[in-house]
């Protein structure tokens, strides 16, 4: 069921659902990143596929505007199934455009910048799943799934400028079959999206990790 996303305010007890007036009817939402007074939200695939991609709202649930294709915000039209904020920084995030690359935002998706490198983009051109997570000090990770496997993984010392590849794990008898989880994560839950953090928001049909 696509009916938007359910908030809560008291640790999980109680939950409301948000809607933005209809507006996030229809969407399947990957991704959910409460950024102070601006919630923003990643939709993988839509009802009407137009749909697809960053919405932007306020912390209160309303104002809902698609940021992706709009004129001047910098991201391309596209699904988007990875979305993960900077815990150091609210204003800065980072999420993907499905067969173009990932950019960054420095002031809460408002405007955004691509930043992956040719290297990246040519796994990105034909990626079934990305994973991105954020560390404390400008660290970024990006874990690229193609075809049901783990294709590629890059480590950012500085928010995205620069990258580097990373061996891929692997064992003598021809590696793990890594990233076919499915739902679970690509980074193996040792990175920090996967650590310490607790449920706010929820699509309202999967929870979403924050």
Known sequence: MRSGLLRTADGGATWTMIDGGGALRGLNISGVAPRGTVILLAANDADNPNNTGIWRGTSSGQGWTKISGRAGTGLPQGASVALAGAPSDPNKIYTN?????????????AK????????????????????????????VYAAIDVNGR???????????????????????EGGPHA????????????????????????????????
């Open 97 to 109: 455009v499905s067969g173009m690359g990932l950019y960054r935002s420095d002031n809460a998706g």
């Open 112 to 139: 955004w910048n691509k930043i992956s490198t040719p290297a990246m983009d040519a796994l990105i051109g034909s990626a079934d799943n990305i994973k991105i997570s954020v560390g404390k000090h400008s660290n």
């Open 150 to 172: 783990l294709a590629g993984v890059f480590r950012s010392d500085n928010s995205g400028s620069t990258w580097t590849a990373m061996d891929l794990p692997g064992t003598v």
């Open 179 to 210: 990233g076919s989880q499915g739902s679970f994560c690509s980074l193996g839950c040792q990175f920090p999206h996967c650590r310490g953090r607790r449920p706010g928001y929820r699509n309202s049909g999967t929870t979403i990790p924050l």
